[in-house]
């Protein structure tokens, strides 16, 4: 599909000018953006007068950016929205989200992430970072969907084996350009010394960055320290298991040394803010990851802990967390945040072709409606999409050149209906 | 105009329980709320054989509920969204809300107001707690708009005067049944003692409630100790300013004193916790006001400061940092969230025809998309809301009968994009 995108806004992302101009896309690349006074040089470069479009777009004014990347999820836990809120954490892990996890099977977990995909493309999300049980059917979804997925290992002491993600790591990431998979595991405190340590020989063995939930709670840290004498952080760093890189989601509690150890080894930190709110974790130093340098990119967590899986929440979080926990107003401004939401994103996920809009780069695209009461006046767009933007925003969703939602309808693809009834029905059965 | 909701679900906020069933809309008010069993008796009170509907809407199983109430907001400053945000406190507002402010007149008020409206509208607030500079062309506004608006004066030693408050106490609840009007006053820190006094007076002329800003920040707190040796809550309780009810606006930093002071004159406690957030003011603590049966009710403060106009942020921020302050996940659950964003909002703003949906209350009524990816799967409808829902889930927003939103569309009584070109061309000109 050729689609022609005119009388647009362009945040780039590249940096923080606004263009005014078209962007162009061809199959699934982007083509042209700029601001259509050298388009003859594309023509010269195609040996074209003129290119036949699929679709031209009359943007209207409003902006064009870079999809939103959501670094870190568990897209199956849609079944648990809802399910089990207002309670202390350990109970709700295991009296409520273990026991229910453990009924769960691979084809409900295909139909569960569709609907968590519904829900990606209405907050502008073009590519997940997701850690679940069944990384083929998760997989299948994604690519059913036309969805961007990065999965990551999950294993612990309970579920999931060093195979599995051997297995993965070889097939997921090769079978399509869409899907592409990260050795992981679950966490320090769920995993045994020695399979933290086979995990960290599949690191070497593929020379591979590992991610995994890291120094999220207070208590973790504690009983890590208590278990080994020293923080996740640390302890995992000392197993060599992050000698080529990768990172930690939430990172609430990370010391200096702790950060020592990820600016050296160039790690990322995924924050989850939404999360650690709801399930009162604390909030993490974002200013202090910033000064260092750290890449940082969002998440929303499962939607069992959230509980919905929307970029502009997280956004603001991020930046009135940090503001309250400096007792400043002026933490972690829009434009850092705007940046950790896309291009820190992508650089956590190993997604380089989806960070700003760019000739060769994807085309994972949003249209953000500008033309709503929450976007005016317009006296500063990247502040606007941080501390008034909202889903309601989202005018349009595009991955891989697939425009898959617009004006409030998703492609007609999918069974919508249908989706929503499996989910009901799948935790009528669970029950 | 009558209008039949059909095939809806109904949470009145009279209890939990959701209703399988109808609403009935008669010119401003509910005629029939339940489900359908028992219609003959309104026909049979009305001595009608069948009520000639102006429109049927079929609910297709979404949900039906009261309107939110917007406890605290400057609409009018709309105008100053993004104009000067990452910056702390004291600059923000001496170097770029007061400047711009001192410029503003009430026919510019009277555009960004109805800026302010749409916004309302799109988040499901059908009624606005306003404190601003020009109340009779906010009024106006909000007439031509058909908001239901409760003012509050906000004078101070800079702005407005006792004699306005008294004119507008005498015109603004009498003009409109949209319209009524609170004796008020901006802080006891911008107000010198006489002017406080006056206030107290002019309240007890009335035998009247009083409502202003009060302990936001630590500052205020201590300012107020160093002037008069007490919080601000005793100072203001010491010159007889509650002795008629009312309330305060943030009330971060109250006391066990100041929470006496609450509890035994009924006082409400409206909080605004984006624009604590956002500003680095700190966390308000929820979980004692409601211990104590204090009135909690919820507002978004004007969008200078938030920036966005938006309930259903606030809902999650409202228990978010309740959990994060307590360290505890089970701190104020979804339902008594719910209740503060609508019934404690019509109790502060004396609106109790708007508190619940029942026979005789007036129709401001809200319908709730649940065919949307965030609501679904349906465990628990209220915690959906809460901590999942958004403005995108606003299909439609009705206020004394009339529908002003639905569909993503509002009313064709609008000119919408000439409020979005007026705003723009304010701010250009007061630049």
Redesign the interface.
């Given at each position: 599909m050729n689609i022609r995108f005119y009388n647009a806004k362009i945040l780039t992302m590249q940096d923080e000018q606004l263009i005014e101009g078209e962007l162009w896309v061809q199959n699934q690349k982007i083509l042209y953006v700029g601001d259509g006074s050298d388009v003859d040089a594309v023509y010269q470069e195609l040996s074209l007068e003129s290119i036949v479009w699929d679709r031209e777009i009359d943007c209207a004014g409003n902006l064009l950016m870079p999809g939103f990347k959501n670094a870190h999820t568990h897209s199956g836990m849609?079944?648990?929205?809802?399910?089990a809120?207002?309670?202390?954490?350990s109970d709700?892990l295991n009296k409520q989200v273990f026991p229910i996890e453990a009924k769960m099977d691979g084809e409900m977990i295909y139909h569960l992430t569709k609907?968590?995909v519904?829900?990606y493309l209405?907050s502008g999300v073009t590519a997940i970072f997701d850690m679940y049980l069944t990384p083929e059917t998760i997989a299948q979804a994604c690519v059913d969907m036309g969805m961007r997925c990065v999965q990551v290992s999950g294993q612990n002491n309970f579920s999931q084996s060093l195979e599995l993600t051997e297995r993965m790591y070889q097939n997921l990431n090769h079978d399509n350009p869409l899907l592409s998979y990260f050795i992981g595991f679950h966490a320090e405190y769920t995993c045994s010394r020695e399979l933290l340590e086979s995990v960290a020989a599949l690191a070497h063995k593929y020379q591979a960055p590992v991610f995994t939930h890291l120094s999220e709670t207070q208590a973790e840290v504690e009983g890590c320290k208590e278990r080994y004498g020293m923080s996740p952080v640390k302890f995992l760093d000392s197993l060599g298991m992050f000698d080529y890189g990768g990172g930690g989601y939430h990172c609430v509690y990370l010391d200096e040394e702790d950060m020592d150890i990820f600016q050296n080894r160039g790690l990322s930190v995924v924050t989850n803010p939404?999360s650690?709110?709801?399930?009162?974790s604390?909030?993490a130093p974002i200013s202090a990851y910033l000064k260092r340098g750290i890449n940082v990119a969002i998440g929303t967590d499962g939607?069992a802990s959230?509980?919905?899986?929307?970029m502009f929440?997280e956004m603001?979080l991020v930046?009135?967390?940090a503001?309250?926990r400096?007792?400043?107003?002026?933490?972690v401004?829009?434009w850092e945040v705007l940046k950790m939401a896309t291009v820190g994103g992508s650089k956590a996920m190993n997604l380089p072709d989806t960070d700003v809009l760019a000739k060769g780069k994807q085309a994972d695209i949003i249209l953000i409606d500008l033309?709503?009461?929450?976007m005016?006046?317009?006296?500063?767009?990247p502040?606007?999409l941080v501390?008034?933007?909202?889903?309601?925003n989202v005018k349009m969703t595009m991955i891989q050149g697939r425009i898959l939602y617009e004006n409030?309808q998703f492609t007609k693809a999918y069974d919508?209906?249908e989706?929503?009834r499996k989910?009901?029905e799948?935790?009528l059965s669970l029950r």
């Open positions: 849609t079944l648990l929205r809802s399910y809120d207002d309670m202390p954490l709700w609907l968590a519904l829900e209405t939404g650690n709110t709801k399930l009162a604390g909030i939607p959230n509980n919905c899986l929307d929440r603001f930046t009135g967390l503001k309250l400096e007792q400043d107003a002026s933490a401004d829009a033309h709503q009461p929450n005016q006046p317009l006296n500063n767009i502040k606007n501390y008034s933007g909202s889903k309601q409030g919508v209906e989706i929503y989910a009901n799948i935790i």
